[in-house]
């Protein structure tokens, strides 16, 4: 395999949603218009999103990194073959997700705010990848001094800025609960 400058980026998502383990129990009910609603404390949400939504989620997030990982490693014969890998393979199944997760209904305005944050950070990766299938050359020396190339760079920086802020809003969001994350054992992504 050619060393260039995409190789590298991989898994950021995987381990930006990572469930962790917490426990929680407290919710409350209010009556409005003749319903009653159920109003979930944020920490209640906090911990279904952690403990429940996220690895609903995660499985599929792995899977499609993985073969990110073997695209550009084991399997890489040339940036053509990438090219096709990236759009038959990744690109489509990788927006998919984003349309699910995309879809999670959150109250907390403090969770919606770090939810968006993950999805910035799927989003400017997809853009990325996108990118990669343009870009007349991926691997090689010149790759990442073309204009191209840096703004896919730059795109890939922004996806680990966007998951650590993620992750960060998760963590103090779980301080702020004295909620206790712990982060699960990542799969392999080199099967």
């Known amino acids: 395999m050619k060393k260039g ?15 962790c ?10 009556k409005g218009n003749g319903q009653e609603q159920k109003k979930v ?5 906090l911990t279904t999103y952690v403990n429940k939504t996220v690895p609903g989620y995660r499985d599929e997030e792995v899977s ?5 990982t073997k695209a550009v490693s084991e399997d890489y014969k040339d940036d053509q073959q990438l090219k096709d890998t990236l759009k038959n393979d990744i690109i489509p199944p990788y927006e998919k ?18 939810h968006q944050k993950y999805l910035d950070g799927i989003n400017n990766q997809l853009t990325g990848y996108k990118s990669m299938v343009k870009l007349k050359n991926l691997t090689g020396p010149n790759a ?10 730059q795109h890939f920086k922004q996806t680990i800025e966007d998951f650590s802020e993620y992750k960060k809003a998760v963590k103090d969001l779980a301080d702020k609960h004295n909620i206790k994350l712990t982060t699960p054992e990542m799969p392999s992504t080199t099967n």
């Open 5 to 19: 400058i995409f190789v590298s980026f991989v898994l950021v998502g995987t381990l930006a949603l990572s469930a």
């Open 21 to 30: 383990n917490m426990s929680s129990t407290t919710s409350s009910s209010s």
């Open 144 to 153: 990442e001094k073309t204009k191209e190339g840096q703004e896919i760079a």
């Open 64 to 68: 499609i990194m993985q073969k990110y």
């Open 41 to 45: 404390s944020e920490k209640e949400e």
């Open 97 to 114: 997700f984003y349309k699910k997760v995309s879809s999670i209904q959150l109250q907390s305005p403090e969770l919606k705010k770090a």
